[in-house]
C-alpha cells in the first residue's frame, strides 16, 4: 500500500498552522469517528490514518523530522517503512489526545476545567447587650474576591480570547519516557492550564478577579450569645471556573455590660440598699434591660440574698420564652453618722440587748 502524505489526509497545506491542522483534525475526526460511523471499517482505518497524521503534525520536533525524511509512524508503518525513534506512538497518549479534542462532541469531563466552590469568609462582630437581647440591624463592611467586571473573568483583555500553550499544545502536561516509564509533569509554561493568556486584562491584570469592598446589612437576632456564628450564604469569596462562592459568617462577640454579667439565658446583677430596708422591708426599684421595675423586698433580707425577677433575662435564641434576673442584694453601711443617728442607733443596741436578756431569762 502506497503511504498518503499526511497533509494530504488532513486536507491542508504544507504551511499550515497549528490551529489549522488542528481545525482540520477536529473536522475530519468528527466525521470519521468510530462511534459516528458503526459497523463501516472504512471508516475506522480512515480515522486511524487521520489520527496518527495529526499526531505528527501538531509537535513541532515530529513534523520537522517528517518534512526532512518523509517518515511516518508506526512500527512498519502504511507502506511498511521503519520510522525512527522519535515517532514512536503509544495508545495511550492517543487515548489523551482523543478525550480532549473531542470533549465539545462527547462531553468528555477531563476536558473541562474543574469547577470548585469558593472558600468561606469570617467577620468579627461585637454587639452591646441590648442588641444581643432585642436583636439589631447592623451594617458590615467586607471584602473579598469578585469576578473582574471588565473582563467578566476571563483574565483576558477585551476583544482577544486565551492563545493554546505551544509548549503542551493545550494538554496542559508533557510527557517523556524514562526506560520503560511514561512520566507525565505539569506544563511549566501555562502552569497546567494548557492555554496563556497574551493579552491581560488591564483592570485585574490577568487575574480574572478583584479584591472589593462591598457593604453588606444583616440582620442580629434576639437571644444571640458570645460566639454565635450568623452565616450568610454565598457572600464569601468567588468560585473558581464558574464555582458558587463560598459562605461568609459573622462571628459575635459582646461588649462588656455595666450593670450586668451573662449565663446562658440568665443575667446576674447587684444592687445594694440601705440597712434599715434591709431590716424593715419593702418596695425597691430593680434594674433591667428594658428600664427599673419596683419589687417587694422582704423584711429580714441579709446581705448576699439572691432576688429572682423571672423572664428578665435573655431571650431564648430561635425559641420561645426569655430566661431570669438574678440580684444579689447587698447592704449599705453608713459611713458619716450623725449625733441623733449615733443615739439612735445605741437605743436600738440597748433595746435589742434587753430583748435577748429576756428571751434568756423566760427559757
Same mark, same amino acid.
Given at each position: 500500500?502506497?503511504?498518503?502524505?499526511?497533509?494530504?489526509?488532513?486536507?491542508?497545506?504544507?504551511?499550515?498552522?497549528?490551529?489549522?491542522?488542528?481545525?482540520?483534525?477536529?473536522?475530519?475526526?468528527?466525521?470519521?469517528?468510530?462511534?459516528?460511523?458503526?459497523?463501516?471499517?472504512?471508516?475506522?482505518?480512515?480515522?486511524?490514518?487521520?489520527?496518527?497524521?495529526?499526531?505528527?503534525?501538531?509537535?513541532?520536533?515530529?513534523?520537522?523530522?517528517?518534512?526532512?525524511?518523509?517518515?511516518?509512524?508506526?512500527?512498519?508503518?502504511?507502506?511498511?517503512?521503519?520510522?525512527?525513534?522519535?515517532?514512536?506512538?503509544?495508545?495511550?497518549?492517543?487515548?489523551?489526545?482523543?478525550?480532549?479534542?473531542?470533549?465539545?462532541?462527547?462531553?468528555?469531563?477531563?476536558?473541562?476545567?474543574?469547577?470548585?466552590?469558593?472558600?468561606?469568609?469570617?467577620?468579627?462582630?461585637?454587639?452591646?447587650?441590648?442588641?444581643?437581647?432585642?436583636?439589631?440591624?447592623?451594617?458590615?463592611?467586607?471584602?473579598?474576591?469578585?469576578?473582574?467586571?471588565?473582563?467578566?473573568?476571563?483574565?483576558?483583555?477585551p476583544g482577544t480570547t486565551p492563545t493554546t500553550c505551544p509548549a503542551c499544545r493545550g494538554y496542559s502536561f508533557l510527557r517523556s519516557q524514562r526506560g520503560f516509564f511514561v512520566v507525565e509533569t505539569t506544563c511549566e509554561?501555562?502552569?497546567?492550564?494548557?492555554?496563556?493568556?497574551?493579552?491581560?486584562?488591564?483592570?485585574?491584570?490577568?487575574?480574572?478577579?478583584?479584591?472589593?469592598?462591598?457593604?453588606?446589612?444583616?440582620?442580629?437576632?434576639?437571644?444571640?450569645?458570645?460566639?454565635?456564628?450568623?452565616?450568610?450564604?454565598?457572600?464569601?469569596?468567588?468560585?473558581?471556573?464558574?464555582?458558587?462562592?463560598?459562605?461568609?459568617?459573622?462571628?459575635?462577640?459582646?461588649?462588656?455590660?455595666?450593670?450586668?454579667?451573662?449565663?446562658?439565658?440568665?443575667?446576674?446583677?447587684?444592687?445594694?440598699? &440601705?440597712?434599715?430596708?434591709? +431590716? #424593715?422591708?419593702? !418596695?425597691?426599684?430593680? $434594674?433591667? %434591660?428594658? =428600664?427599673?421595675? /419596683?419589687?417587694? *423586698?422582704?423584711?429580714?433580707? &441579709?446581705?448576699?440574698?439572691? +432576688? #429572682?425577677?423571672? !423572664?428578665?433575662?435573655? $431571650?431564648? %435564641?430561635? =425559641?420561645?420564652? /426569655?430566661?431570669? *434576673?438574678?440580684?444579689?442584694?447587698?447592704?449599705?453601711?453608713?459611713?458619716?453618722?450623725?449625733?441623733?443617728?449615733?443615739?439612735? %442607733?445605741?437605743?436600738?443596741? /440597748?433595746?435589742?440587748?434587753?430583748?435577748?436578756?429576756?428571751?434568756?431569762?423566760?427559757?
Amino acid at each position: 500500500m502506497v503511504k498518503r502524505d499526511y497533509y494530504d489526509l488532513l486536507g491542508i497545506d504544507h504551511l499550515a498552522t497549528t490551529e489549522e491542522i488542528k481545525r482540520a483534525y477536529r473536522r475530519l475526526a468528527h466525521q470519521f469517528h468510530p462511534d459516528k460511523n458503526p459497523g463501516n471499517p472504512a471508516a475506522e482505518e480512515h480515522f486511524r490514518r487521520i489520527t496518527e497524521a495529526y499526531e505528527i503534525l501538531q509537535d513541532a520536533q515530529k513534523r520537522a523530522a517528517y518534512d526532512r525524511y518523509g517518515f511516518f509512524r508506526g512500527s512498519r508503518g502504511f507502506g511498511g517503512f521503519t520510522e525512527p525513534e522519535e515517532f514512536s506512538f503509544r495508545k495511550n497518549h492517543f487515548d489523551g489526545v482523543f478525550e480532549e479534542l473531542f470533549a465539545d462532541f462527547f462531553q468528555n469531563p477531563r476536558r473541562r476545567q474543574k469547577k470548585s466552590r469558593g472558600a468561606d469568609l469570617r467577620y468579627n462582630l461585637e454587639i452591646s447587650l441590648e442588641e444581643a437581647a432585642f436583636g439589631a440591624e447592623r451594617e458590615i463592611k467586607v471584602t473579598r474576591r469578585s469576578v473582574c467586571l471588565l473582563c467578566q473573568g476571563s483574565r483576558c483583555a477585551p476583544g482577544t480570547t486565551p492563545t493554546t500553550c505551544p509548549a503542551c499544545r493545550g494538554y496542559s502536561f508533557l510527557r517523556s519516557q524514562r526506560g520503560f516509564f511514561v512520566v507525565e509533569t505539569t506544563c511549566e509554561r501555562c502552569q497546567g492550564e494548557g492555554e496563556i493568556i497574551v493579552h491581560p486584562c488591564p483592570k485585574c491584570k490577568g487575574i480574572g478577579h478583584l479584591k472589593i469592598s462591598r457593604l453588606l446589612r444583616i440582620n442580629i437576632p434576639p437571644g444571640v450569645d458570645y460566639g454565635t456564628r450568623l452565616r450568610l450564604g454565598r457572600e464569601g469569596e468567588m468560585g473558581r471556573n464558574g464555582g458558587l462562592p463560598g459562605d461568609l459568617y459573622v462571628i459575635i462577640s459582646i461588649k462588656k455590660h455595666a450593670l450586668f454579667t451573662r449565663l446562658g439565658n440568665d443575667l446576674r446583677g447587684q444592687i445594694s440598699i &440601705p440597712f434599715y430596708q434591709a +431590716l #424593715t422591708g419593702g !418596695e425597691i426599684e430593680i $434594674p433591667t %434591660l428594658e =428600664g427599673k421595675i /419596683r419589687v417587694k *423586698l422582704p423584711a429580714k433580707t &441579709p446581705a448576699g440574698k439572691i +432576688l #429572682t425577677i423571672k !423572664e428578665q433575662g435573655m $431571650p431564648i %435564641l430561635h =425559641g420561645s420564652g /426569655r430566661g431570669d *434576673l438574678h440580684i444579689t442584694v447587698g447592704v449599705e453601711i453608713p459611713q458619716n453618722l450623725s449625733k441623733s443617728q449615733r443615739e439612735m %442607733l445605741d437605743q436600738f443596741r /440597748r433595746l435589742s440587748q434587753e430583748g435577748q436578756d429576756s428571751g434568756k431569762q423566760s427559757s
